[in-house]
C-alpha cells in the first residue's frame, strides 16, 4: 500500500504538472495566507521523493534498534503507521497542488488529516513497546520499562483527545492550526513531565 500511494503521487504530479503555475504556493501561513514559493519543478517533485526517502528511512530503521525484538510484537501496527504517515504526507501533496490550480485556503482542509495522524498515532502509542525510534523516547522511559508502559498509556489517551480536538478547525477554519499546534505543544510537555514523575516516584 505505501508504494501504492507513493506511485500514485507521481502519477498525480505527471499529469497535473502543465496546468500548474511556474512558481508554485508551497508553504500557507497560519491562517492560510500564502508565504512560500518554489519552481514548478521543485512544487511537484519534492514531495513524492521526499515520502519515497521517508518510506525506507522508517522501513530500515527498526532493523538498527537495540530493542528490534521488542518491534516484532506491534510490527503489524507500527507498518500500518508508515501507510498513515504517507498517506498524510499524500493528501498534503494533493492539497497543495489543487490550491496552486483553484486558489483556496489549503488550511481550512488540514483539520481531518492531522486528526487521523493524531488519533493513529495514539493507537500505536498503546501497542509500542521499548524501542529507540518509535513512542515517547525520554531519559526516563528509556530507562525504565514500568516507566514506559506507564507514560504510553497516558500518551495514547492524550494523543487520541488531540485528535477529536484538532477537528474543531474544521467549524473554526480560521483557527485551524491553533487547535492542532497548541494541544500537540501541550501534550508533548505533560508526556515530558509524567514520565519524569513516574520514573522520580516508582
Known amino acids: 500500500m505505501a508504494i501504492i500511494i507513493i506511485a500514485l503521487s507521481v502519477i498525480i504530479g505527471i499529469i497535473l504538472y502543465p496546468y500548474l503555475p511556474p512558481t508554485m504556493i508551497t508553504h500557507w501561513g497560519l491562517y492560510g495566507e500564502p508565504n512560500g514559493y518554489s519552481t514548478r519543478s521543485f512544487g511537484v517533485f519534492f514531495m513524492p521523493i521526499l515520502m519515497l526517502v521517508l518510506y525506507f528511512l522508517l522501513k530500515f530503521l527498526p532493523s538498527t534498534d537495540p530493542y ?113 499546534l497548541l494541544p500537540i505543544i501541550l501534550v508533548s510537555l505533560i508526556i515530558f513531565i509524567y514520565s519524569y514523575l513516574a520514573y522520580r516516584f516508582k
Open 68 to 180: 528490534k525484538k521488542n518491534f516484532i510484537q506491534f510490527k503489524s501496527y507500527y507498518d500500518k503507521f508508515v501507510v498513515v504517515v504517507l498517506g498524510f504526507l499524500f493528501y498534503l501533496y494533493l492539497l497543495t497542488l489543487l490550491a496552486n490550480i483553484f486558489s483556496f485556503n489549503l488550511v481550512r482542509f488540514l483539520p481531518p488529516a492531522f486528526a487521523v495522524l493524531f488519533y493513529y498515532t495514539g493507537v500505536l502509542m498503546s501497542v509500542a513497546r521499548q524501542n529507540w525510534f518509535v513512542g515517547f523516547r525520554t531519559p526516563w522511559t528509556l530507562s525504565d520499562v514500568t516507566v514506559w508502559n506507564k507514560t504510553h498509556i497516558l500518551g495514547a489517551k492524550l494523543f487520541k483527545a488531540v485528535a477529536l480536538i484538532s477537528l474543531l478547525g474544521i467549524f473554526l477554519p480560521r483557527y485551524a492550526l491553533f487547535f492542532i
